[in-house]
């Protein structure tokens, strides 16, 4: 077995190396300190990177107002409403009339003594002090309309067998209808009349 000079071997391996492509990683740093001075070589600062920024929340709270309808004239009535700064003078309409059964059509919201619109924002009307009182002015002659109350049925739906309205019809009830039919059409037709009757309400049963 020949043995190979530990020199030759080295010169050998390292020439091996140099011929082989090198591959940088991408954060790959060298020490200044290392590189020497060399002339035409010019250092530059270590950039930091940028700081991430944080996304944006995508829900966003909207800021809500504290409000006091107060009424100008009769019927009296205050009530206080919670709204979102982009509702409107209506909407705060409607939720009155809720309260007060009182027609939206016979309701004028102001404020700093002028009507507003309809289409107004609670925003623009409060402002950034969050809170506002409203006054509302009741056109003449509107009366808040009457509870909802559930109407009783004074008649109840009777269910009626055969056995109970052979006992209900027979006796003093059939003789009354007799009498009421034979008095109007006299003896022989109102005889006719009965039987017909009685016929047609076995027929039913």
Not at 81 to 107: F, G, H, M, Q, W
Not at 143 to 163: G, L
């Amino acid at each position: 077995m020949t043995t190979v000079d530990e020199d030759i071997f080295c010169k050998a391996f390292l020439q091996l190396l140099s011929n082989q492509p090198l591959h940088y990683p991408d954060d790959y740093t060298v020490d200044p300190k290392l590189l020497g001075a060399r002339p035409g070589l010019v250092l530059l600062p270590h950039m930091r990177l940028p700081k991430a920024k944080k996304p944006k929340s995508e829900t966003t709270s909207t800021p809500a107002a504290s409000l006091t309808i107060k009424s100008l004239r009769p019927p009296h009535f205050s009530v206080s409403v919670d709204a979102a700064y982009n509702d409107i003078v209506l909407s705060i309409k409607t939720k009155v009339a809720e309260d007060t059964r009182l027609p939206i059509s016979a309701l004028k919201l102001l404020a700093k003594g002028k009507v507003l619109p309809d289409t107004r924002t609670v925003g623009e009307i409060v402002g950034g002090q969050g809170k506002a009182t409203i006054m509302v002015m009741v056109a003449a002659g509107a009366t808040p309309a009457p509870a909802a109350v559930a109407e009783e049925s004074n008649t109840e739906e009777m269910e009626i067998d055969n056995d109970v309205a052979d006992d209900d019809v027979n006796g003093a009830l059939w003789t009354m209808i007799e009498a009421a039919v034979v008095g109007n059409l006299g003896e022989v037709k109102g005889q006719k009349v009965m039987d017909r009757i009685k016929r047609g309400y076995e027929l039913t049963k």
